[in-house]
């Protein structure tokens, strides 16, 4: 006596069909998600390799090649930090007569004059020295930070100076980036070698 659900047929020599919900529970089973191809769409949108442009504050990595809007961002970087200033100027100048007003005294006035113009003249010194070079001593710089946010009228003046000739730490960034990008050059093609510069080996003596 056989077993019709072993045979595979309903009893009466026609065969068995699956429903419509085995075939779909089958095929979920078996069937896997195609994976998107390496040299799809997935890797357009992939980094080439070597090394990349660092980014500027409010610029990006436009300086690089002088496009998406980079000379508009130099004109607003400029307007921006020469019109701030102006501002600043105008709110220190208020500071001072509050002082002058509180008539405490002639050397109060005198250092709170000195004070600002000596943290000033630091932090334009230190900005502009920043666009042209890494800092040798970074906890210095560190240091420094509070002296930088009293005369932070130095750094607005020394970004509106720099801003009109390039982003403020271009030339730094640029100098850098084409020095990596060349050593990263050459370290591929003495990774990959020249065919014609192999020599070819000795025939060996009998």
């Excluded at 990008?181 to 014609?196: D, F, I, M, S, T």
């Amino acid at each position: 006596m056989s077993d019709n659900g072993e045979n595979g047929d309903n009893g009466d020599g026609t065969a068995k069909t699956a429903a419509p919900g085995d075939k779909a529970g089958k095929a979920g089973k078996t069937d896997k998600p195609s994976r998107p191809s390496s040299t799809g769409q997935a890797g357009q949108g992939r980094t080439p390799g070597g090394p990349q442009p660092e980014t500027i504050r409010f610029f990006g990595t436009t300086w690089v090649g002088h496009d998406s809007g980079y000379g508009l961002r130099r004109a607003a970087v400029a307007v921006g930090a020469l019109v701030t200033t102006v501002a600043a100027c105008f709110v220190m100048r208020l500071a001072y007569q509050g002082v002058e007003t509180a008539d405490i005294g002639s050397f109060a006035s005198v250092l709170f004059v000195a004070v600002f113009a000596v943290c000033s003249a630091v932090a334009f010194a230190r900005t502009w020295d920043g666009f042209r070079r890494r800092p040798a001593d970074p906890a210095r710089e560190e240091s420094l930070r509070s002296l930088k946010a009293i005369g932070f009228i130095g750094s607005l003046l020394a970004y509106f100076i720099r801003s009109l000739t390039e982003a403020p730490g271009e030339q730094l960034r640029r100098t850098e980036y084409e020095t990596a990008a060349a050593a990263y050059e050459k370290r591929r093609g003495a990774r990959a070698g020249n065919p014609a510069a192999r020599r070819k080996p000795k025939p060996r003596r009998g």
